[in-house]
């Protein structure tokens, strides 16, 4: 019997060699195939599919074999191939006028992983319907084709092509770069080892500002951190470097470059929700943009705020950018985010881009004049305080231990929560439980790890803790 493959969160991730192994990224593919030629007109199947991926072990063999197997299904190939950014590889499905991408990439997962992505017509997440597509159309082993790179490439099915020179034309178009480039900041990035390695450094040459690199180039252990996820621990060693280099700020990348993260002047971290608070700033109140924003349920009540002041709706989804996407496009979004530090932009494309999201942070600190403090002081002025958040991540057990979880979380009411009352409970992708201060506690499965996640996000900084410790309570960890 061949392994199962489920799509999660983002795509299947699993263990090189274990679970994560050519046979089985080519079965991916073959149902990838076989789902494009069901959805699709065999005119729009000609239009293609863009292979990319990451830097981690391995990627650029899996890029080629999945490359074959489209190509074997008379799929032609845009083939950017290993290193290639997560936002680019979506943002060529666009401008190559593709039918979807195949994106080699684990993101922020530990070193062992690989992952197989799948993007639509938009270069956005595929629906949670198509992946239950995707998901039935894998066969075993027996049922794929495959026709070698060489032969591909001679009959013109696979087509190598460089993604980046379209990419970097629509982020001018975006923003202009000069003032960030003129404005004499020093900045450390800290790519994590990943596709992100010199980007803002080259995009930003040529001016008063430095852009210092650390954790550039490719190594898949991934030294100084555990994995390339753009959080605490994992981002101290760029942090210190930006406190050594008297850095005006920190600009972060994970592993596959979608997600961003953030330090600032002092080498402190800017958490992801309030960093989703300083881009939603900048967009409504320092451009004067208007659109609708749309979060997980996992992110920052300051959005609501925002939203209120700006006179802008807020849509809430569940967790992930395959419900994040679909509804950006549903309601023509400013904006969309998650809680994990992935952020997409209206006139771009509806896909995570951390590359984008730093250079938006730049441009809020050369337009405003002021340093990540005053710009988070200013975003506090408007949403009635400082929001303080933390997570708990805790390794699941076993199967029989998730779902006595689930069971407990399903029946339980609580009254109150680290010392504040509870003012109602939302069961969907997650358990999560409003507090009477605005903000919440939320408690949910991951779907790329086997995790149980504990989230927080309130007024009270000092309650933050007690918060944690009742969430873990209520899900049955001790």
Known sequence: MSFKITFGTDGWRGKIAEDYTFDNVRRCTQGFAGY????????????????????????????????????????????????????????????????????????????????????????????????????????????????????????????SFDPNPPYIAQLNHLLDLEPIRSAGLKVVADSMWGNGSGWLSGLLAGGATTVIDVHAGRNPVFPEMSRPEPIPPNVDAGLAAGIRHGADCVCITDGDADRC???????????????????????????????????????????????QRFGVPVYQTGVGFKYVAPKMMEVDALIGGEESGGYAFHGHVPERDGILANLY?????????????????????????????????????????AAQARARLDAVRPDSIGGLRCTGKLAVDGYKFDLEDGGWLLIRFSGTEPLIRVYCETLHQDLVPAILRDGQRLAGIE
């Open 261 to 307: 993260g953030f330090g600032d002047e002092h080498g402190e971290f800017v958490n992801q929700l309030r960093v989703y608070g300083l881009l939603a700033m900048y967009l409504l109140d320092v451009r004067g943009q208007r659109g609708p924003i749309v979060k997980t349920l996992s992110t920052t009540s300051m959005l609501e705020k925002l939203g």
């Open 361 to 401: 942070l730049l441009d809020l600190m050369v337009r405003t004049g002021l340093k990540p403090t005053q710009l988070l002081d200013r975003l506090f002025g408007m949403v009635g305080g400082p929001h303080y958040y933390d997570r708990i991540d805790t390794l699941l057990e076993s199967n029989e231990f």
């Open 36 to 159: 494009l030629k069901s959805a699709y007109t065999p005119a729009q199947v000609r239009q293609g599919v863009v292979v990319g991926g990451d830097m981690r072990f391995a990627s650029e063999d899996f890029c080629t074999a999945v490359a074959e197997v489209l190509a074997a299904n008379d799929i032609p190939v845009h083939f950017a191939g290993a290193g290639t950014p997560t936002p680019v590889i979506a943002f060529s499905v666009v401008n190559r006028k593709a039918l979807g991408a195949i994106n080699i990439t684990a993101s922020h997962n530990p070193p062992a992983d690989n992952g197989f992505k799948v993007r639509d017509l938009n270069g956005g997440a595929i629906d949670p319907d198509g992946l239950k597509r995707i998901e039935a159309a894998i066969p075993g082993i027996d049922g794929v084709k495959r026709l070698r790179f060489a032969s591909a490439a001679s009959a013109g099915l696979i087509q």
